[in-house]
């Protein structure tokens, strides 16, 4: 007897084929979805650890730190920021034990700890690790600046302003976020918990801000639908900054994020030129050399909270929570958040 030998027609394994495929389109929605759920999650517990350094910090200091430090009024190169005052609350000492505080963050005695890179300092959503090529910058400027300086996805809320200058003049009290710029050198005290008046729990402290991503090319200041080329580099500019680099770009070199973020340029009606959460294209960071310091003139620009995570960000509060804000949130719930005095103890539950 002839013995018939089993297998599978060309119909039936395209059948299998097919079925396969659907499965996998079915699952692979599913896949992501957790995946940037677990990423999110991480990320909160990035920033509940940078709460954690911060109110380490307030407890031996009395304060919080400043965000930026500047020795003059001109903070395009201001020398330090408070992402390094963190590092020893953050175990971060053998990066801390490097950095010289008596020498601006340029400094060649700097060159190694600013090139350090901060594994908490980078959202999971957007990359594990990231620095930024100075050399091209050093070469443009014909000065010595470290090789890299390691990068951050976090940024200290600024408020509801973005004006640049030294100290807390200028800007009206209701616009001003829980950090700003201080003098350089001695105490590095920024903002105490008791000037927090709208209370810890409705006052953000820090929130994402991711950097080196191509979803977040620079936006031309001067033709605000187009992104804006590096001059430098030739490329189209991705929003970017480092946690030890302090200092902004000027009017003339528009390109680069900071260790600030703020929710609006100015704050106050009839026109507060609101900065609405993840916004595509991103505005960069620049000096413009306000003349009265309040950023009326709208010289100085400060970049918006922004990351990858789908439909908002995670933001760090004054009371060292962490909460996931959605980008639909109303512009003046948003502002009222940012801002520590505004007089918003109670804010609307739309975020």
Known sequence: MRRTRQ???LIEVMVVIGIMAILMGLLLPAVQKVRASAQRIQCANNLKQLGLALYLYEGVNGAFPPGMMS???NISNAEATGFTCLLPFLEEDPTYRLYNFNEPWFA??????????VKVFFCP???????????????HWNTPLPPFAAATDYAFCKGANGVLTLGRTGAAVEMRGAFDIRPFGGARLGVKVIELLDGTT???AMGDAIGGSRFYPVRDLRNPSQPVTDGITGQTALLEQSWSAAGAGDSTHPWYGSVFAVTAQYGLAPDPRDEPMNRRLGTP???GHDPLGDNASGRDWV???RSMHPDGCN???CDGGVRFVRESVSPATYRALSTIAGGEIMVDGDW
């Open 7 to 9: 297998g599978f027609t």
């Open 71 to 73: 020795s003059t009024s």
């Open 108 to 117: 060649r005695a700097n060159y190694e700890a600013v090139g350090s890179r």
């Open 125 to 139: 959503s957007n990359r594990s690790s990231g620095e930024i090529d100075l050399a091209p910058i050093a070469a």
């Open 202 to 204: 409705s006052t953000f």
């Open 285 to 287: 960071t620049v000096c």
């Open 303 to 305: 970049s918006g909270f």
């Open 315 to 317: 933001f760090l509060f």
